[in-house]
């Protein structure tokens, strides 16, 4: 049997943590196309945009505890 069809196997995105097949790999996270177009649109000063850069933060480095906000 072609076992290639196993790369095609859902990822589970780090925003809405469901299993999507569509979406972008940022570090080694993965967002699904939803979370990606909602952020896109979500306006910076949004509430939602400070949850969104928590969950991209919590997996960008973490080895790293230290926060590195200045
Ligand atoms: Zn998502």
Same mark, same amino acid.
């Given at each position: 049997?072609?076992?290639?069809? /196993?790369?095609?196997?859902p990822?589970? &995105? =780090?925003? &809405?943590?469901?299993? +999507?097949?569509?979406g =972008?790999?940022?570090? %080694?996270? *993965?967002? &699904? @196309?939803?979370c990606? +177009?909602?952020?896109?649109? %979500?306006? %910076?000063?949004?509430?939602?945009?400070?949850? *969104?850069?928590? #969950? /991209? +933060?919590?997996? #960008? @480095?973490? +080895?790293?505890?230290?926060? #590195?906000a200045?």
């Amino acid at each position: 049997m072609d076992r290639s069809a /196993l790369r095609h196997e859902p990822e589970m &995105c =780090i925003v &809405c943590e469901k299993l +999507k097949h569509n979406g =972008i790999h940022l570090y %080694t996270s *993965f967002i &699904c @196309s939803d979370c990606e +177009k909602e952020m896109v649109r %979500t306006d %910076t000063g949004d509430p939602r945009y400070s949850y *969104f850069v928590r #969950q /991209l +933060k919590a997996v #960008q @480095s973490p +080895k790293c505890i230290h926060d #590195q906000a200045y």
